[in-house]
């Protein structure tokens, strides 16, 4: 006796002509303009809108209020040889020694992720100078198998979630 699902295959397998389109957001050789962006300054400030909104996880403030983010410290690169944009965000601390820096920059990287509805090579850095341990903060937020053990601690996911969330 074949279940639903088994006959349900077995009928696609002979009808295997059909192709479905795929959007051009699922299409990793997607030109900007077929995303929908207009130049490289209409991704930039789509970014910018993103990270404007991200809560500092110690102060009532956003991480704009604080001028953390700003919109000249976002880059659009040359895109990969696949056409797949690439994106370099800059951001400044408050402090040389903020201890909350390598939070920061996750909260940065997973809004960005989350909110784009296609591929993007994506680097997160501290602007130059203005941390006192930037080389290995910045190592720890552009290595994905660290992203995704952090991602993994409930306490610190949460706490990402709660910066990231979207004020109602």
């Given at each position: 006796?074949?279940?639903?699902?088994?006959?349900?295959s077995?009928?696609?397998?002979?009808?295997?002509?059909?192709e479905?389109a795929?959007?051009?957001y699922?299409?990793?050789?997607a030109?900007l303009?077929?995303l929908?962006?207009?130049?490289?300054?209409?991704?930039?400030e789509t970014?910018?809108?993103?990270?404007?909104?991200?809560?500092?996880?110690?102060?009532?403030?956003?991480?704009e209020?604080?001028?953390?983010?700003?919109?000249?410290?976002?880059?659009?690169?040359?895109?990969?040889?696949?056409?797949?944009p690439?994106?370099?965000?800059e951001y400044?601390?408050?402090?040389p020694?903020?201890?909350?820096a390598?939070?920061?920059?996750?909260?940065?990287?997973i809004?960005i992720?989350r909110?784009?509805?296609h591929?993007?090579?994506l680097?997160?850095?501290?602007?130059?100078?203005?941390?006192?341990?930037?080389?290995?903060i910045?190592?720890?937020i552009?290595?994905?198998?660290?992203i995704?053990a952090?991602?993994e601690n409930?306490?610190?996911?949460n706490?990402?979630e709660?910066?990231?969330?979207?004020e109602e």
């Amino acid at each position: 006796m074949l279940s639903f699902f088994s006959k349900l295959s077995l009928n696609n397998t002979q009808n295997s002509s059909v192709e479905l389109a795929k959007p051009a957001y699922m299409d990793k050789s997607a030109t900007l303009q077929e995303l929908g962006y207009k130049d490289d300054d209409e991704l930039r400030e789509t970014i910018y809108d993103f990270l404007r909104t991200i809560r500092d996880p110690e102060k009532p403030s956003t991480l704009e209020d604080l001028k953390v983010v700003y919109e000249e410290g976002i880059f659009v690169k040359e895109p990969t040889a696949d056409k797949v944009p690439v994106l370099r965000v800059e951001y400044n601390p408050t402090v040389p020694h903020c201890s909350l820096a390598t939070l920061i920059g996750l909260c940065i990287r997973i809004k960005i992720l989350r909110s784009l509805h296609h591929p993007v090579k994506l680097d997160v850095f501290i602007k130059k100078g203005a941390h006192t341990t930037e080389d290995e903060i910045n190592k720890q937020i552009n290595d994905k198998e660290r992203i995704a053990a952090a991602m993994e601690n409930p306490n610190l996911r949460n706490l990402v979630e709660n910066c990231i969330a979207e004020e109602e």
